[in-house]
Nanobody
Framework: QAQLVESGGDLVQPGGSLTLSCKAS????????IAWFREAPGKGQERVGC????????SLEDSVKGRFTVSRANPKKVAYLHLNSLAPEDSGIYLC??????????????????????WGQGTQVTVSS
């Protein structure tokens, strides 16, 4: 069955960096866009980044632009979120979601908003001194 598993969350000091991984199994990751979300108390769910199926289009939320990047390694069935210059307000549970379908997988990071078809369980990022 389709599954996504996030890993890489940790406790890190302000200014530090982390790389989160989103590993897919049971479905062809290369035909799905991957969106990254985070959830923090009082903030709800925020989409922070996205990469389309072939990696030709990426997007980042303004609050993380210039600090975070998204990438993927389709042969390894893994997508990544690279977090740099972390601040306490970046703390939260980070989740990845896979977005399928011909139109959504190619355009969900640019011209249209599509909800993920598969969700990971989340990984905790805590930024604290």
């Amino acid at each position: 069955q389709a599954q996504l598993v996030e890993s890489g969350g940790d406790l890190v000091q302000p200014g530090g960096s982390l790389t989160l991984s989103c590993k897919a199994s049971g479905f062809p990751l290369e035909t799905y866009a991957i969106a990254w979300f985070r959830e923090a108390p009082g903030k709800g769910q925020e989409r922070v980044g996205c990469i389309n199926a072939d990696g030709s289009i990426t997007s980042l939320e303004d609050s993380v632009k210039g600090r975070f990047t998204v990438s993927r390694a389709n042969p390894k069935k893994v997508a990544y979120l690279h977090l740099n210059s972390l601040a306490p307000e970046d703390s939260g549970i980070y989740l990845c979601g896979a977005i399928g379908g011909r139109t959504c997988s190619e355009n969900a990071c640019s011209t249209i908003r599509c909800e993920p078809n598969v969700w990971g369980q989340g990984t905790q990022v805590t930024v604290s001194s």
